[in-house]
């Protein structure tokens, strides 16, 4: 099944043939909604809160500022958190379920457990979210929630994001293609890296520097191994799926993936570059954060070196899912490209104390990530739940305020960031005026969270419409 997109008009079919989807994806369909709208509440939630963060730059009296519980580092925390364990992940315990069950022919028949995991982690993250919101954080970033709440994050993981390794496990053949490989390493990394840091971070605490060190490596892990192997996975299934042809140089694709996972663990000290941190430890991370661009290199070949034979860049800006997609790989490319460059030490010396690693934190979690998700969705919901979407201008505006949103935010970071780092090294450069330099930033990055804003708004009008309408009861389903 594809999107007829060739008129430009975004729409979505059930299956050719049979009006039922296949036995497989209906046994995916309770858990894979589950997913999908906490994923899409949490999304709406953390833009909200985006906005008000983005009111506040820049000012001295901030919206809700007079309220504890809506200071600027409660709201950009709770934000944080919310668009990565909120969104993130419950968007690719979705996606990577239906990826390796449609890959691997797998019926799911425990589908409850999954669902009772789904509902343990949101619970869990609303309670994390409240607590920070009560100012009960404990200051490392993207681990901020109370220590009690990562023991049942990491069994609602177990329970709901890792079905991937199962379905990989019972698939009838031996063969297999790139998508398992990544959703399985990711579905590996992320309960490992996630208790380690949680043990040496936050219950047994190391001591001196071997507490940021832990820290660093966790959020490197998280972001490259979680959200970058899982949007790569999807990545190289959409891409041959819709334009039915082979990637270009696919036996290099293993290279990839055993270079990719090698050295994207090792990036973490990156970050720590001038640190009081052993210098042997700051240059492993240089280097693997340089070697990284053996990954992102042969990645570039296979998916826009496809792209670029064939029409495929026509093809895809024709389809719904292929222009989300395209999206999210050329922002891969792009931040796998500037993360290599900017992790060597004169490139860093620059852009260390300024906006330019948001930057591109956002290109990999928003840029790649989060768009190839929006064209994941609007390849496997009309499957699911056997309905047309119902504005197809609801699709574009989607497409635009969050293209459009996201660059003019991106720009801001990486642009401002390396001109602030600039200003800040230069001496002669008054701090006020650095400041002066950066407000400028401010305007773009408001209207920017406002545009995120309605693009999301209107992807949740249009998927949460063609849920309530769908036409597929949960236990229909044709044999394969």
């Not at 008009?9 to 497989?24: A, F, I, T």
């Not at 699709?395 to 949103?405: M, Q, S, Y």
Request: hydrophobic content about 55%; glycine content about 10%; charged content about 10%.
């Amino acid at each position: 099944m594809t999107q007829d997109n060739r008129s430009g008009r975004p729409q979505g079919r059930p299956p050719e043939g049979d009006g039922r989807v296949s036995r497989g994806e209906a046994s995916l369909r309770g858990p894979f909604l589950l997913f999908f709208v906490s994923a899409v509440v949490w999304l709406l939630a953390a833009s909200v809160l985006g906005v008000i963060a983005a009111l506040d730059l820049g000012s001295m009296v901030g919206v809700l500022r007079d309220c504890a519980w809506f200071t600027p580092g409660r709201i950009a925390t709770a934000q944080q958190d919310l668009f990565v364990y909120g969104w993130g992940f419950n968007a690719f315990f979705a996606l990577n379920l239906w990826l390796l069950a449609q890959l691997g022919r797998f019926e799911f028949r425990n589908g409850w457990l999954a669902q009772l995991g789904g509902v343990a982690w949101n619970l869990a993250l609303t309670y994390g979210v409240a607590r920070v919101f009560a100012g009960d954080m404990t200051g490392y970033r993207l681990l901020d929630f109370p220590r009690e709440v990562g023991p049942v994050l990491a069994v609602a993981f177990l329970l709901a994001g890792f079905w991937p390794i199962v379905a990989f496990a019972r698939r009838p053949t031996g063969h297999t293609f790139a998508s398992q490989w990544f959703v399985v390493g990711a579905s590996f990394a992320f309960p490992l890296i996630y208790l380690l840091a949680q043990l040496l971070v936050l219950w047994q605490p190391a001591s001196g520097v071997v507490q940021a060190i832990a820290h660093s490596w966790f959020v490197a892990n998280l972001l490259q191994l979680w959200f970058g192997a899982s949007a790569l996975a999807a990545i190289y299934y959409f891409l041959p799926k819709v334009l039915e042809r082979t990637l270009t140089g696919y036996y290099l694709a293993p290279v990839a993936f055993w270079t990719f996972f090698l050295f994207a663990g090792w990036t973490g000290p990156a970050a720590l570059v001038g640190s009081p941190v052993p210098l042997w430890l700051q240059s492993t991370g240089v280097v693997a954060a340089a070697m990284m661009l053996i990954p992102v290199i042969i990645i570039a070949i296979n998916v826009l070196g496809t792209l670029s034979s064939q029409g495929g860049w026509a093809r895809a800006w024709n389809d719904t899912t292929l222009r989300f997609v395209s999206f999210g790989a050329v922002a891969f490319t792009l931040a796998g490209v500037l993360g290599g460059v900017f992790a060597f030490r004169s490139m860093s010396a620059v852009v260390r104390f300024t906006s330019f690693a948001t930057g591109l934190e956002q290109l990999l979690v928003y840029g790649c990530a989060s768009m190839v998700v929006f064209g994941a969705s609007y390849f496997i919901l009309p499957r699911l739940t056997g309905a047309l979407w119902p504005s197809a201008k609801l699709v574009h505006v989607h497409f635009w305020a969050t293209a459009l949103g996201f660059l003019a935010a991106v720009v801001a970071w990486l642009v401002g960031g390396w001109q602030n780092g600039q200003l800040l090294a230069n001496p002669a450069v008054a701090y006020a005026d650095v400041l002066r330099a950066g407000s400028a930033w401010c305007l773009v990055l408001k209207i920017s969270a406002v545009l995120v804003l309605v693009g999301h708004v209107a992807f949740a009008l249009n998927a949460f419409g063609m849920i309530l309408k769908s036409s597929v009861p949960a236990d229909a389903g044709r044999h394969d």
